[in-house]
């Protein structure tokens, strides 16, 4: 299958459903953590409903978590969560669910196996003010099926746990005193 240039592999646009449900339990879990991840920032910060939806970037995941890190450590919130761990798991977590929501499949002419097909962009200044897109057509195509897909919804299980009970650390800060404020 690494002889074959892209064009000579089929793209495949119907799974099998047991795959497909995999693939939607994994992309579903995830934003289940990113709103999460969300909620966590908007209740240490102490910001209103009202004010999130003026304020509410998409940020990626990692960087939502990173500021949970840096408002963990600066607000002194108390959690027996380890955030280093947490951090790997989701940043693994994360990189297979843009692969998967990101990728094509194609089908290997040989085995008819479904694989995962990813072209990789990259970004890189040609001059000041000259952006060039370069796209490498290199085919990486990993064994990613919906045992991969079980695994992976089963690692972000574990996750969602986890943040589910950082969220309820953080719920137990003391909102700040408005004669502070002043």
């Known amino acids: 299958m ?3 240039h892209p064009r000579d592999v089929p ?7 047991n795959l497909m449900r ?12 990113e709103w999460r991840l969300g909620l966590i ?14 304020v509410a970037k998409d940020s990626l995941t990692m ?6 890190c840096d408002l963990v450590s600066l607000k002194d919130v108390k959690t027996d969560v380890d955030l280093v761990r947490l951090r790997k798991s989701l940043l693994s977590a994360t990189t297979q669910r843009d692969l998967l929501a990101h990728g094509t499949w194609v ?4 085995t008819k196996a479904f694989l995962l097909h990813l072209v990789r962009g990259s970004l890189k200044p040609a001059q000041a003010k000259k952006v060039q897109t370069k796209r490498s057509k290199k085919l ?11 695994l992976l919804s089963q690692l972000i299980n574990e996750i969602i746990l986890t943040v589910d009970e950082l969220y309820s650390d953080t719920l137990g800060q003391p909102v700040p005193s408005r004669q ?3």
Request: charged share 35%; net charge positive.
């Open 107 to 110: 089908k290997d002419p040989k």
């Open 41 to 54: 920032i908007y209740d240490i910060l102490h910001v209103t409903k009202v004010l999130s939806r003026l």
């Open 11 to 17: 793209v495949v646009r119907n799974l099998p459903p």
């Open 63 to 68: 960087d939502r978590f990173d500021l949970i």
């Open 2 to 4: 690494k002889d074959l």
């Open 140 to 150: 990486r195509v990993p064994e990613y099926g919906i045992e991969e897909c079980r």
């Open 180 to 182: 502070k404020l002043h």
């Open 22 to 33: 995999e693939i939607g339990r994994v992309i579903f879990f995830h934003s289940y953590v």
